[in-house]
Structures are given as C-alpha cells and as structure tokens.
Nanobody
Framework: QVRLVESGGGSVQTGGSLTLSCAAA????????IGWFRQAPGKEREGVAA????????YYADSVKGRFTISRDNAKSTLTLQMNGLKPEDTAMYFCAAVCDSTATPPIAAAYRYWGQGTQVTVSS
C-alpha cells in the first residue's frame, strides 16, 4: 500500500520560512518522479516543484524560483520542500504527489497517481 505523509506546514509572516517534508512508503522511491502541488481556495491545484529520477533534474514554478528548494533523500524515501521568503500568495494547502505518468512541465496533477493528505501553509502580511 502506497502512503505519502506530509508534515511541516504552519503559519508564518511574510518573509518567513517553512520546511515541508513528505515521507513515502510502498513505492520504489528512487525510481519515480515526486513533487509538491498546492491548492488555494477557489483555485486549481498547481505544480510548485518536482523532482525527477535519474539525472536529478528538478522543476520549479516561476512563482517560487529562487525561494523554494526541492530535495529528495532516496535512502530515506523522503521529499523536502524548503520554502524561504514566503509571501501571502503562497498560502495554500500543499500536497505531496508521487509516481507520474507524464514528466511534462509544468507538472500535471492528473498525471500523478498517489497523493498525501496535504498540509496547510498560511502566510500573513
């Protein structure tokens, strides 16, 4: 059974930092793409950052480039999203997703097979 469990969300002020973690179980973690999506109320789920196996390539949405860093620890089956310089527009529910059927960018939510339950990030001005 595949499980993705996120942690690390919370409330911060503008300019603050948070680190999100996703612990995966039930998949060959190092074989697969894995990423972070977010969804704000009334908006579509968008791909924030993704990590691809093999060449260690990554994707970042333009809105987070230079502020967010995605990293994966294949030995621990853990994905991390370091978020710095947070802005109110980063407020959303953040989801970890794994095993994609497409490596198109920006990441397509429908292409990811497994999802965590989400963790809330709230940035106040």
């Amino acid at each position: 059974q595949v499980r993705l469990v996120e942690s690390g969300g919370g409330s911060v002020q503008t300019g603050g930092s948070l680190t999100l973690s996703c612990a995966a179980a039930g998949i060959k973690f190092s074989w697969h793409c894995i990423g972070w999506f977010r969804q704000a109320p009334g908006k579509e789920r968008e791909g924030v950052a993704a990590s691809y196996p093999g060449a260690s390539s990554t994707y970042y949405a333009d809105s987070v480039k230079g502020r967010f860093t995605i990293s994966r620890d294949n030995a621990k089956s853990t994905l991390t999203l370091q978020m710095n310089g947070l802005k109110p527009e980063d407020t959303a529910m953040y989801f970890c997703a794994a095993v994609c059927d497409s490596t198109a960018t920006p990441p397509i939510a429908a292409a990811y097979r497994y999802w965590g339950q989400g963790t809330q990030v709230t940035v106040s001005s």
